[in-house]
């Protein structure tokens, strides 16, 4: 059974840099492309950041420069660092998984999500 859990969210202000983790079991991480995706109130869910299984990260404009995906093959745990947050960021944030080389921001064919942690930031 595949699981991911998502941890490492919080309410702090802006400019405050938080770590997200998401730990993964019944699949091996290194064979999967692995991405995060957010959703705010009354909006839809949009990527955020995704890391290929060879290594390639993309992330939206909106957070580029700000934050970092990264994954540790190991421990089998997808991360993405964030700073310099904005009001904006915040959200219910979620790690996805896909099976496919392609690695998009789109969530289509993301087929395990984990339920998410609330990461709030005030001005």
């Known amino acids: 059974q595949v699981q991911l859990v998502e941890s490492g969210g919080g309410s702090l202000q802006a400019g405050g840099s938080l770590r997200l983790s998401c730990s993964v079991s019944?699949?091996?991480?290194?064979?999967?492309?692995m991405g995060w995706f957010r959703q705010a109130p009354g909006k839809e869910r949009e990527g955020v950041a995704t890391?290929?299984?060879?290594?390639?990260?993309s992330y939206s404009d909106s957070v580029k420069g700000r934050f970092t995906i990264s994954r540790d093959n190991a421990a089998n745990t997808l991360y993405l660092e964030m700073n310099s947050l904005k009001p904006e960021d915040s959200g219910m944030y979620y790690c996805a998984t896909r099976a496919s080389v392609w690695c998009p921001l789109e969530e289509s064919e993301f087929g395990y999500w984990g339920q998410g942690t609330q990461v709030t930031v005030s001005s």
């Open positions: 019944g699949l091996t991480v290194r064979n999967f492309c």
């Open positions: 890391s290929s299984r060879t290594g390639t990260t």
